[in-house]
């Protein structure tokens, strides 16, 4: 199948690796790569890992109708306030007839349900299971193994960096010292204080509640309040009554609507949500059946959101 990506990143370049190394069971290519910096490359025999740019086309429709993909990944960075421009990405794919893959929340949070039905008239696919945990199941573990099953509410720890940062405060180091060790690890997004101030956990509050609950709502209806007071004075306080923070994500179905909030938390430190340390993430759902499980994402790196785009894409492959 030949792939177009709309974005380089981490997460990109990473995906290229993962597709270079299973190249001979999954004999994808990527014919197509757009970047916001560098330009764009194309060739029909496949990209190496590290293409020759050159200047982009005037338009995303413009490089979609040149690269003549099967697959688009949108892997654009966050934009919480709106979505765009990657929603506006995904369309043009989808009048392409093209299928998508994409690990930004953004169109998830604020458009879900119209691009699902969207989708559905172009005839094409629409995967996003990287978007709120890596490349751990959530939404494929609730369409293909909970049939029937309906979802109450959900809590969750989804940003890293947030601990990252409660960890850089709890050894008395700085909140910038902190932001610059997640950037180093590359699991920051392009503008920290998405991740501080609490909007990418919003995101994919959204998101989750979106696909999960059918709730309709974008980030701006996430009651949020980050991390962004914290201070290593007030982590310490927490640390010596055996306390911390996490920036926690809920949402709960009620008899008057959804409710969706995030907050950062003061927990135990033996409490389950307190317990997910460094860049690993946990989320629970509340359902009628099955009572609460969950899913856990155990030191991911950006090898793990790849897979996430990687599996999307085996999924595609398969259902064609």
């Given at each position: 199948?030949r792939l177009a990506l709309i974005?380089?990143?981490?997460?990109?370049?990473?995906?290229?690796?993962?597709?270079?190394?299973?190249?001979?069971?999954?004999?994808?290519?990527?014919?197509?790569?757009?970047t916001g910096r560098h330009g764009?490359?194309?060739?029909?025999?496949?990209?190496?890992?590290?293409?020759?740019?050159?200047?982009?086309?005037?338009?995303?429709?413009?490089?979609?109708?040149?690269?003549?993909?099967?697959?688009?990944?949108?892997?654009?960075?966050?934009?919480?306030?709106?979505?765009?421009?990657?929603?506006?990405?995904?369309?043009?794919?989808?009048?392409?007839?093209?299928?998508?893959?994409?690990?930004?929340?953004?169109?998830?949070?604020?458009?879900?349900?119209?691009?699902?039905?969207?989708?559905?008239?172009?005839?094409?696919?629409?995967?996003?299971?990287?978007?709120?945990?890596?490349?751990?199941?959530?939404?494929?573990?609730?369409?293909?193994?909970?049939?029937?099953?309906?979802?109450?509410?959900?809590?969750?720890?989804?940003?890293?960096?947030?601990?990252?940062?409660?960890?850089?405060?709890?050894?008395?180091?700085?909140?910038?010292?902190?932001?610059?060790?997640?950037?180093?690890?590359?699991?920051?997004?392009?503008?920290?204080?998405?991740?501080?101030?609490?909007?990418?956990?919003?995101?994919?509050?959204?998101?989750?509640?979106?696909?999960?609950?059918?709730?309709?709502?974008?980030?701006?209806?996430?009651?949020?309040?980050?991390?962004?007071?914290?201070?290593?004075?007030?982590?310490?306080?927490?640390?010596?009554?055996?306390?911390?923070?996490?920036?926690?994500?809920?949402?709960?179905?009620?008899?008057?609507?959804?409710?969706?909030?995030?907050?950062?938390?003061?927990?135990?430190?033996?409490?389950?949500?307190?317990?997910?340390?460094?860049?690993?993430?946990?989320?629970?759902?509340?359902?009628?059946?099955?009572?609460?499980?969950?899913?856990?994402?155990?030191?991911?790196?950006?090898?793990?959101?790849?897979?996430?785009?990687?599996?999307d894409l085996v999924d595609i492959?398969?259902?064609?």
């Open positions: 199948m974005g380089y990143g981490h997460v990109g370049r990473a995906f290229a690796r993962l597709l270079e190394n299973k190249h001979a069971a999954y004999p994808f290519r990527i014919v197509g790569i757009r764009s490359a194309h060739s029909e025999r496949g990209l190496p890992l590290e293409p020759e740019f050159g200047p982009s086309e005037a338009t995303v429709e413009e490089f979609l109708d040149r690269s003549r993909a099967e697959v688009v990944f949108e892997i654009t960075p966050l934009e919480p306030a709106s979505g765009e421009p990657a929603i506006a990405h995904i369309r043009a794919a989808f009048a392409r007839g093209m299928h998508v893959v994409t690990a930004n929340k953004g169109p998830i949070a604020h458009a879900y349900a119209a691009l699902r039905d969207e989708a559905r008239n172009a005839g094409v696919l629409f995967r996003f299971e990287s978007t709120c945990m890596d490349g751990a199941p959530v939404f494929n573990l609730v369409r293909d193994n909970l049939p029937g099953v309906e979802i109450l509410g959900f809590t969750g720890v989804l940003n890293s960096t947030s601990k990252i940062v409660v960890e850089a405060l709890r050894q008395g180091r700085g909140m910038e010292e902190g932001i610059e060790e997640a950037r180093r690890m590359g699991i920051a997004e392009a503008d920290a204080s998405y991740d501080i101030d609490g909007w990418d956990s919003a995101a994919k509050t959204a998101a989750l509640a979106n696909v999960l609950m059918d709730a309709r709502v974008t980030p701006m209806d996430v009651e949020r309040r980050g991390i962004g007071r914290l201070t290593p004075e007030r982590v310490a306080e927490l640390a010596a009554t055996r306390k911390t923070v996490c920036l926690v994500s809920r949402a709960r179905r009620t008899a008057s609507g959804i409710k969706l909030r995030v907050r950062a938390e003061v927990l135990e430190e033996t409490d389950i949500l307190a317990a997910v340390r460094g860049t690993s993430n946990l989320l629970l759902f509340h359902t009628d059946l099955m009572g609460t499980l969950g899913t856990v994402s155990l030191s991911p790196t950006v090898g793990q959101t790849a897979y996430g785009l990687f599996s492959a398969r259902a064609l």
